[in-house]
């Protein structure tokens, strides 16, 4: 059956703040409505607590590090779903029911399987 990686785009915040207590329990209705659909997912930490590393050149060359966030956006990647379904439609049809599209985006990208993964 095919995999697709369900990118949640919101406002940038810390998932396990006390004032997101509302919004997880909606995830939760979520994930036991779609349980049998989800293969695995996660929250993100907020984007200040990222690290952005770049390699100058080809491999081996110069390793550059930031902190923060790689680009300022209005909406963040703050979390993903795997979803196993039957096509593309079915997709579209579990992410409308994600949470995190009544207040900001879901982007469905079909999971590419390569070599024994």
């Known amino acids: 059956m095919p995999m ?3 990118l949640l785009y919101t406002s940038d915040l810390d998932w396990s703040a006390p004032e997101q207590a509302g919004w997880m329990q909606e995830y939760q209705v979520f994930g036991k409505e779609a349980a ?5 997912g996660k929250a993100l930490s907020p984007t200040s607590t990222a690290t952005v590393v770049r390699v100058v050149g080809a491999r081996g060359g110069e390793v550059v590090v930031s902190d923060g966030p790689y680009a300022e ?7 993903f779903y795997l979803l ?10 579990l ?3 994600i949470p995190s599209a009544w ?3 879901v ?3 079909p999971v590419l399987q390569l070599g024994n993964s």
Do not use: N
């Open 103 to 105: 207040d900001g985006a």
């Open 107 to 109: 982007e469905i990208r």
């Open 4 to 6: 697709y990686a369900a």
């Open 84 to 93: 196993e379904c039957a096509d593309l439609d079915e997709a579209i049809a």
């Open 95 to 97: 992410a409308a029911k």
């Open 36 to 40: 049998e659909h989800i293969v695995g």
């Open 73 to 79: 956006t209005k909406e963040a990647l703050t979390g």
